[in-house]
């Protein structure tokens, strides 16, 4: 399995989602300028800011260069996972339904968090159980899930809704404590916590790999 | 007012200033001279006592006078770290001013080849609860640093926080950045090569920052400061995360001769810094400077503070490969000058020549002046209101004290910075009594950042030993061993009797205690002038270390782990006392008394029984006893560890042993035939379990109150 680690000046966690990456497979790093996916399996949108995000955030990324073949890729059926910022980015590219808006506190807020397994049968969740808890780090300015009510009752009515933060975990406030959707087809998954950074017991969590390596 | 006055320069200045030049300076040489021979720049009232302080140590590098101090950690690589101070911007404009001085130390770190991290902070503030000030400096400080450091992704792990009423005119912002490389690939800042290209890269230049470090960093505060605005400089960290990622690949890439950062004094103080290490000339044409304005002067171009940019040495047949680099991380850059031979700066505007300087004199004759110390003959500081309830019994005290703003959670601040980026956290905030990050090589780091201002008020002294103490014990804690020392120095004004006083006897205490420990220090920044119209600050130390540890599997922890194990007392020489205590503040009490002594041979043994204690794997817990005392340390233990304990003293507990203060005591728990290797060091005092911490005969507090004092309470003042 190799996975592609797109890097926009300003990325911050694509090295962790390298890292993490390795930990199940090979990984490499896609330049936002390039248009070649070197022929990886699955393609991984990173966390941490695009172009310094000075207007909507990942509002200019889905312009790069090297968006235009992860969209084709997604269409194709490619597998696409998104953090936090690579899953605004994600929204923007409306590859993934919602966008996401200013925490409720709008403040940043780094923390771990409970989030529950809605959807267990996609590929980025097949080693989960529906149900399951995971704690997985999230940190982030902009990450209130919100789309319209009709939006939502069919994403629920689709199974789109992948993971929801546990009960009194929802600290930004998103809409129906959705933590991660995907698309229709299931290949494409945008969540704001960082799995990557849930990868090993001494930083606190290896419940991440279970969604990084189920692609793998 | 003459020119140099305005510029902050005395007449004796002035007229060594003509002497050196052998004429009167033009505009663009006085405003040269005025900043570097500045406090910030030229450490005109602090450099004979920085030469006191010990800089030689086993595991040393790197020591003062480049970028950023390093030590050795291992597996080739080195730890490059420094503190600095944003004090006054922070005071004038706190969001810019603490975002900047984090972007300024992270360019310190990355100036000498290292990769940022990890980011601490130490600040302070007036009293949250009396002051809206106070809480807007600390609100806006706090997103400042966290917007700078989470933008660009360096983890932000620990630091502290403290409210004390000498700080509402003056807050302090202290930031200190760690950062990582290979040995043989630092980079230092000597420019050499006559002939090599001087290359500016990074943003442009604007009129933003002019005069930051004479003007403001070098003055007391007053009633203008609102003027003082545009002398604060506007952060970009999009801009540095580029600027970091292009100075690594060019570093990486071998094409620099040299690399410096553009902080204090910008333009001027980099490239003469740069010549005078090199013992070489510079020429420098500040038309070909990038400029956000067209119509600035030259002196403006050679002073300007604009943030996110660096300086380096490229041998000339390198340059299209530097230009290229940087242009595929979208950085701008300009060659605009070049190494000579000789040892002047010479600045050109367009060819024409509108600034010649010598650089010995610019950077090494700065005047040095010898300080005047002498004690007050009053005290210097009011005794702070008393806050705390009359009748309470010893459960009510504590509580009191852990819902006070300087020993509340601060899971409020913490929460805004990103403590994970990098992949090398083990130990998070409030986890354990320092941060842990782990390496590449399997072994880890510790990193703390501590200074404890009142305890120095009340005697600077062994205040100053506190302050190195505390950081050592923090640090023993995780089990890691202290490898080097930055500390930044911020006082009042040293021109005063009793402040060269403070600053004299606390740098004498900050040098005994290195020494007494076998710790270097690797370098630091000193910030004086830090006075308003109320007074000045406390006198505050802040000192900063890194360890090593051999296990990041075993970093100690500092909440109690397992039900049933045994609690001890871990102590050398230990005699708490109320004098400049939390308990003490918080009844209003003079900022005044004696604080206990401190055996320093016998505390460096006792910290490494701690550490060994933890690297073994012995002790499960691990926690130094400060700030509120030992009942608020078995607190925060009960706390962090989410379980009771049950506390028998064998004996009447009086005030001093539950809230007394004074360096050399840890608790800590474990199995209890584990703790028997401590022999008389440790006293078992309980065990781990239950709901509550229970003090026999003396208190009774459920975990759930415990938990809503401490957490709630910081939080509770800003609202």
């Not at chain 1, 129906?176 to 698309?183: F, H, K, L, Q």
């Amino acid at each position: 399995m190799r996975f592609g680690i797109v890097r926009f000046p300003g990325s911050c966690d694509e090295v962790d989602a390298q890292l993490a990456a390795e930990r199940v497979g090979e990984a490499v790093i896609l330049w936002h300028q390039d248009t070649d996916l070197q022929g990886v399996d699955a393609v991984i949108v990173p966390g941490g800011f695009s172009y310094g995000d000075y207007l909507r955030v990942g509002a200019i990324a889905r312009f790069a260069p090297i968006m235009g073949e992860v969209e084709r890729f997604a269409r194709h059926g490619g597998l696409v996972l998104g953090i936090c910022n690579g899953f605004q980015v994600l929204c923007e590219a409306g590859l993934l339904s919602g966008a996401l808006l200013p925490n409720t506190s709008l403040r940043f807020v780094c923390r771990q968090v409970e989030l529950e397994v809605v959807n267990a049968s996609i590929p980025w969740t097949r080693a989960c159980e529906k149900g399951e808890r995971l704690s997985i780090p999230a940190k982030h300015t902009t990450g209130r899930y919100w789309a319209p009510d009709p939006v939502l009752d069919e994403l629920e009515a689709n199974d789109q809704i992948v993971l929801r933060y546990a009960p009194g975990e929802n600290f930004n406030g998103s809409a129906r404590d959705i933590a991660g959707v995907c698309n229709a087809a299931g290949n494409v998954l945008g969540l704001m916590p960082h799995p990557e950074h849930a990868v090993d017991v001494l930083t606190g969590s290896v419940d991440g790999l279970k969604l990084i390596g189920a692609a793998a | 007012m003459a020119r140099h006055r305005e510029l902050g320069l005395t007449d004796h200045e002035y007229e060594l200033i003509v002497e050196k030049l052998e004429r009167e300076p033009n505009e663009v040489e006085l405003a040269v001279f005025s900043l570097m021979w500045s406090e910030h720049c030229g450490y005109k009232h602090s450099r004979k006592l920085l030469k006191t302080l010990p800089t030689e140590g086993p595991k040393l590098v790197m020591g003062p006078g480049e970028n950023a101090g390093a030590v050795s950690v291992g597996g080739g690589m080195v730890a490059a770290f420094k503190v600095e101070s944003h004090n006054h911007p922070s005071a004038v404009e706190p969001f810019q001013g603490a975002a900047t001085g984090v972007g300024g130390i992270l360019r310190d770190v990355f100036a000498i080849g290292a990769r940022p991290i990890a980011i601490l902070d130490s600040l302070r503030f007036g009293e949250v609860a009396d002051s809206a000030r106070s809480r807007y400096l600390l609100e806006h400080a706090v997103a400042g640093i966290g917007h700078y450091g989470n933008s660009i992704g360096v983890a932000t792990v620990g630091g502290e926080l403290y409210f004390e009423g000498p700080y509402e005119q003056n807050c302090l912002v202290n930031a200190m950045c760690v950062g990582l490389i290979e040995e043989r690939k630092l980079i230092r800042s000597a420019a050499a090569g006559v002939g090599n290209v001087i290359v500016l890269f990074g943003a442009r230049t604007g009129r933003d920052g002019i005069g930051g470090a004479s003007v403001l960093a070098s003055a007391e505060l007053g009633d203008a400061d609102a003027d003082k605005r545009p002398t604060v400089q506007i952060g970009d960290p999009f801009e540095e995360k580029k600027l970091l990622e292009c100075s690594l690949a060019l570093l990486d890439e071998g094409l620099l001769v040299a690399l410096q950062d553009l902080g204090a004094a910008g333009l001027t103080s980099s490239s003469a810094e740069m010549a005078a290490k090199g013992e070489v000339g510079i020429d420098l044409d500040v038309r070909r400077v990038p400029l956000r304005e067209a119509d600035m002067e030259p002196f403006e171009i050679m002073i300007s503070e604009s943030q996110e940019r660096m300086l380096c040495v490229v041998e000339p047949e390198r340059l299209t490969e530097v230009l290229a680099v940087c242009d595929k991380w979208e950085v701008n850059a300009t060659a605009i000058g070049q190494v000579t031979d000789g040892d002047r700066l010479r600045v050109f505007d367009d060819g024409e020549l509108v600034g010649d300087l010598p650089v010995i004199a610019l950077v090494d004759e700065c005047p040095a002046y010898d300080l005047a110390p002498a004690p007050p003959a009053v005290p210097i500081y009011p005794a702070p209101r008393r806050t705390l309830p009359d009748g309470l019994d010893a459960g009510g005290t504590l509580l009191s004290l852990l819902a006070s703003a300087n020993l509340a959670s601060r899971r409020w601040a913490f929460e805004q910075y990103d403590c994970i980026v990098g992949s090398r956290t083990v130990r998070r905030p409030e986890a354990a009594d320092a941060a842990v990050l782990m390496l590449e090589h399997g072994g880890a780091i510790a990193v703390s950042i501590d200074g404890n201002g009142r305890r120095v008020a009340v005697d600077p002294y062994r205040g100053g030993v506190e302050a190195v103490l505390e950081c050592s014990a923090n640090l023993a804690c995780t089990g890691a061993e202290p490898l080097g020392l930055t500390n930044c120095l911020n006082f009042g004004n040293p021109e005063k009797p009793h402040i060269a006083w403070q600053l004299t006897r606390a740098v004498a205490g900050l040098g005994d205690a290195c020494r007494a420990l076998g710790v270097p220090v690797v370098g630091g920044n000193v910030s004086l002038y830090n006075e308003g119209g109320g007074g000045p600050i406390y006198p505050t130390p802040v000192v900063g270390m890194v360890g090593e540890l051999p296990d990041p599997a075993r970093a100690g922890r500092l909440g109690f782990a397992a039900e049933g194990d045994t609690i001890a007392l871990i102590a050398a020489g230990w005699a708490p006392a109320a004098a400049g205590s939390e308990l003490a503040k918080l009844r209003g009490e003079a900022v005044a008394g004696e604080l206990p002594p401190a055996d320093l041979g016998s505390l460096r043994a006792l910290h490494a029984a701690v550490r060994r204690g933890v690297r073994d794997g012995v002790l499960r817990s691990a926690h130094d006893i400060a700030e509120g005392g030992l009942a608020v340390a078995l607190a925060e233990c009960c706390l962090a560890g989410g379980i009771g304990a049950r506390i028998d003293f064998g004996a009447p507990a009086d005030e001093a042993l539950l809230f007394g203060e004074g360096p050399g005591a840890f608790v800590v728990s474990g199995p209890a035939e584990a703790l028997a290797r401590f022999g008389a060091a440790a006293r078992i005092i309980g065990t781990v379990g239950g709901g509550s911490l229970h003090v026999e005969a003396v208190l009774d507090v459920p975990l759930a109150e415990l938990s809503r004092a401490h957490a709630g309470g910081l939080a509770d003042l800003l609202h």
